[in-house]
Nanobody
Framework: QVQLVESGGGSVQAGGSLRLSCAAS????????MGWFRQAPGKEREGVAA???????DYADSVKGRFTISRDNAKNTLYLHMNSLKPEDTAMYYC??????????????????WGQGTQVTVSS
């Protein structure tokens, strides 16, 4: 059973930065795809960024050039570096993972395992 625990959320002003972390455990298969999703009140959960086991990455258009996803395989930790934050980035951010090949890494339906989420609030 894969377990994911997010941390690093908080409140910042527009233009600020945050780094989210996701500690993963409970798996031995290195072929794991991981991603960050977010959900704002009244909106559907959307893909933000994803990174596959081979290091290939994908980003939502809304965050390209501002967010960077990375992973430390030795620490089994996923990161999301968020710069130039905007009020519209305000949401609950979730870490997700799957051990089976993911075709569309920003599609939430592709992921089986989810963390509990961490809140990011950006004020103008």
């Amino acid at each position: 059973q894969v377990q994911l625990v997010e941390s690093g959320g908080g409140s910042v002003q527009a233009g600020g930065s945050l780094r989210l972390s996701c500690a993963a455990s409970g798996y031995t298969n290195s072929n794991i795809c991981m991603g960050w999703f977010r959900q704002a009140p009244g909106k559907e959960r959307e893909g933000v960024a994803a990174i596959d086991s081979d290091g290939s990455v994908d980003y939502a258009d809304s965050v390209k050039g501002r967010f960077t996803i990375s992973r430390d395989n030795a620490k089994n930790t996923l990161y999301l570096h968020m710069n130039s934050l905007k009020p519209e980035d305000t949401a609950m951010y979730y870490c997700a993972a799957d051990l089976v090949g993911v075709l569309d890494s920003l599609n939430r339906d592709e992921y089986l395992y989810w963390g509990q989420g961490t809140q990011v609030t950006v004020s103008s």
